[in-house]
């Protein structure tokens, strides 16, 4: 899956459609995260101890991975991303970094 906890995203489908927000969590799995301030539903629920109150709270349902764009700060748009492959030694041996690349203008995300 292309994003992942703590990514800024654009929602791009949906009734929250414009929206950005930080992932909260990413469900690769399932395809799906949840994204701070979308897709808000009110939840009933039940006071489980004393001292904890119970009602009707709203919280953050979870989105199809699809529905949403990472968000590049240089072109300050959802804009889409590419993978690009660094070979670097250490202590003799090779490792390999992926960093993100924005397709319009190269920006790197970390």
């Known amino acids: 899956m292309f994003v992942k906890a703590k990514d800024t995203v654009v929602v ?12 909260l969590v990413a469900e690769p799995k399932k395809n ?8 808000m539903v009110k939840k009933h629920q039940k006071s489980r101890m004393q001292g904890q109150p119970g009602g009707i709270i ?3 349902a979870a989105i199809d991975a ?5 968000f590049c700060p240089k072109c300050n748009a959802g804009r889409r991303f590419g993978n690009k492959v660094t070979v670097t030694e250490k202590d003799g041996k090779k490792v390999r970094n992926v960093i993100r690349v924005c397709k319009k203008c190269g920006t790197e995300l970390e």
């Open 66 to 70: 699809s529905n949403v764009m990472l």
């Open 12 to 23: 791009i489908t949906g009734q929250d459609k414009g929206k950005q927000g930080k992932v």
């Open 58 to 60: 709203e919280k953050e």
């Open 32 to 39: 799906r995260v949840v994204v701070e301030g979308v897709a």
